[in-house]
């Protein structure tokens, strides 16, 4: 699976859009590029995923640029609540030498302040 | 629609002793993932099974940790012995299957191991 670089730490004021950036310049073609976030002593929670255009959904949206080497995690109005890590990862469909598993990296922390 | 259930949420050992974790998956999740989870880092998959049956286990100590899924519903972790670097937060996952994608992960709450 693709290796992907994220920042160590984010900081967004409460109310504003977080932008959170994700390089996978490495990814192959039939590579997903998905979201999860990780609330402090909770387990990881899906986000988003996408495989060549822009996703949006009751959460966020992602943004993945045309040569899907990066993408961009928009948070359109930041909460406290929203204050957790976030993975991005690349996958693999399912196939004969693939399970689809996940592979999880040390993420990006974001921190929304009042 | 119910959650993925762990128990215990806590547990303390001795090192060298042993230790089970449980995982009930969401109903009708035909695939179930356990992760190891250590401080400051991200989760890393330790097994996957589909159904009853083991997909991928090439990150799990086999000489210490095992894992089953009878029936192919619950499952259980076990530790024998532990030693203090199984010291982390064991979460289960499980997901749907569509097509050529997994589904989304849903995670339980995690056990969090302490071993001294």
């Known amino acids: 699976d693709a290796k992907t670089t994220q920042p160590t730490s984010m900081d967004c004021a409460e109310g504003r859009a977080a932008n959170l950036p994700c390089n996978h310049s490495?990814?192959?073609?039939?590579?997903?590029v998905y979201w999860y976030r990780q609330i402090h002593s909770q387990g990881p929670q899906y986000i988003i995923h996408g495989l060549k255009n822009n996703e949006t959904n009751e959460m966020a949206s992602l943004i993945i640029t045309e040569d899907r080497k990066s993408s961009t995690l928009i948070l359109p109005h930041a909460t406290l609540r929203d204050t957790a890590v976030y993975y991005c990862i690349v996958r693999l469909p399912i196939g004969s030498s693939n399970t689809g598993k996940l592979i999880f990296g040390q993420g990006t922390t974001l921190q929304v302040k009042p | 629609e119910a959650g993925v259930a762990q128990s215990p949420r806590y547990k303390i050992i001795e090192k060298r002793q042993s230790v089970a974790f449980w995982c009930n998956p969401i109903s009708g999740h035909a695939t179930l993932y356990w992760y190891q989870q250590i401080l400051g880092q991200g989760p890393k998959l330790l097994i996957q099974?589909?159904?009853?049956?083991?997909?991928?286990d090439s990150q799990l100590p086999k000489d210490r940790f095992s894992a089953e899924r009878l029936k192919g519903v619950d499952s259980t972790l076990k530790i024998q012995p532990a030693k203090l670097e199984d010291s982390a937060v064991y979460l289960c996952?499980?997901?749907?299957?569509?097509?050529?994608?997994?589904?989304?992960?849903?995670f339980g709450p995690g056990t969090r191991l302490t071993v001294t």
């Open positions: 099974f589909q159904n009853n049956g083991v997909v991928d």
């Open positions: 996952a499980s997901s749907s299957r569509s097509g050529l994608l997994v589904g989304e992960q849903y």
């Open positions: 490495t990814i192959s073609g039939n590579e997903y």
